[in-house]
């Protein structure tokens, strides 16, 4: 019987989703090119861990190293992009390569501090993630609005790999000094597949999230002005911002002028919005628009803005008779995922279910869609 290596499972499981993102175009790869190289790399990870721990092929032990220390900064790099409103590498990245040159330097005069090396960076730069991850969502400007909340969890989950995989080696180290690595081959093959799986889930979630806006700055095509019943006047959930929250002047005119082109010029309705975006068309620092919206509203700018999202496809749902898929992104949304989620969680109901209990009117739909339930009569 053909024995296959579950990593060479996970490794074709990967490779579907890596061809998946590369057949959305120049557009996709330019918007992800990180994440896009970093699921090659763990495809040919977890293929070169197969070779190893499955049939003993020693030769690869140099590749799969080198490849180990690239990892974790290029993890970080491809989440600090989404935490910019710059992308992509330039000159001053260039430290992020030194973990991999010391590794190569070390190979050749040093190879009994390689393991610790490696420990190290790796528990290094999932430290750095989680620091990243501490802005909350809105720390990821550059996140597209409706998978933000994804693109964090995913950023949680791959600093939280990447010290878990450190602390499995610092296992494995303790094992070989105790047992004579009597259980060390089982533990890092299965550790080590199960890691890069995650780190993998988390890419391909954080890069298809991102790559599926439509690039644009300016809303094209958009109405200059709402049409009856189309702005609700939605611009907050249950939430409240709590009694200590001090709320300046400045940041109540932000969020007014916010609240106007999110009303007049309909910025919801654009599928690629994302902070950053919303920065440059108010002329400010994303920090002070999420500022502005997190004490105003007491929520995050996502919300905000998927709850704008939420009443106009309520506002569809009750007076058109268009098919769900063409409301989701008529309403501003990418994926039906991400709108049958947000949804549920504002209306507290399925599209399907709302359409059929409609509000008579649309005083009633604001009412329903601003208390973030709707009671079923």
């Known amino acids: ?35 896009l190289l970093l699921i090659a790399v763990y495809i040919v990870q977890t293929v070169l861990i197969g070779l190893r721990w499955g049939y003993g092929v020693m030769a690869v032990l140099p590749l799969q190293m080198t490849l180990a220390t690239l990892m974790p900064p290029l993890s970080y790099l491809a989440f600090r992009d989404l935490a910019r409103e710059r992308h992509g590498l330039s000159w001053r990245d260039w430290p ?26 790796f528990l ?38 990447l010290i878990g995989s450190a602390l499995t080696d610092i296992a494995i180290s303790l094992d070989m000094l105790w047992s004579g690595g009597q259980y060390s081959a089982l533990v890092v093959s299965a550790s080590t597949t199960a890691i890069l799986l995650l780190l993998g889930i ?70 690629g919005l994302n902070l950053a975006r919303i920065a440059r068309r108010m002329g400010l620092p994303a920090r002070s628009v999420s500022q502005a919206v997190n004490r105003v509203h007491g929520i995050s700018v996502s919300h905000y803005v998927n709850n704008h999202r939420i009443g106009e496809a309520c506002r569809l749902l009750a007076e058109t008779d268009l098919p769900v898929t063409r409301i989701v992104f008529d309403s501003g949304f990418m994926t039906k995922s991400n709108f049958n989620r947000e949804f549920l969680r504002v209306t507290g109901m399925s599209p399907s279910d709302w359409r059929r209990q409609s509000p008579r009117s649309a005083e009633d739909e604001a009412t329903v869609v601003a208390t973030g339930r709707r009671s079923i009569r």
């Open 202 to 271: 988390a890419a391909v979630a954080a890069g298809s999230e991102e790559g599926e806006g439509d690039g644009q700055d300016e809303m094209e095509g958009l109405d200059p002005a709402p049409k009856e019943g189309r702005a609700l006047g939605l611009t907050h959930g249950t939430e409240q911002p709590s009694a200590a929250t001090v709320v300046s002047p400045e940041d109540r005119q932000v969020a007014a002028d916010l609240d106007r082109l999110m009303v007049e010029r309909r910025l919801y309705a654009d599928t």
């Open 124 to 161: 290094a730069y999932g430290l750095a993630l989680l620091w990243l991850a501490r802005l909350g969502p809105d720390g990821l400007v550059a996140a597209r609005l409706d998978g933000t909340l994804r693109s964090y969890r995913s950023l949680q989950l791959t600093g939280l790999a």
């Open 1 to 35: 019987m053909i024995f296959v290596p579950l990593s060479f499972l996970v490794s074709l499981y990967l490779a579907v989703f890596l061809v998946r993102l590369l057949l959305r175009g120049r557009e996709s790869f330019a918007a992800n090119g990180l994440f």
């Open 96 to 121: 992020h390569l030194v973990p991999t040159a010391a590794l190569m330097l070390m190979m050749l005069v040093w190879r009994d501090l390689l393991d610790l090396l490696i420990i190290a960076e």
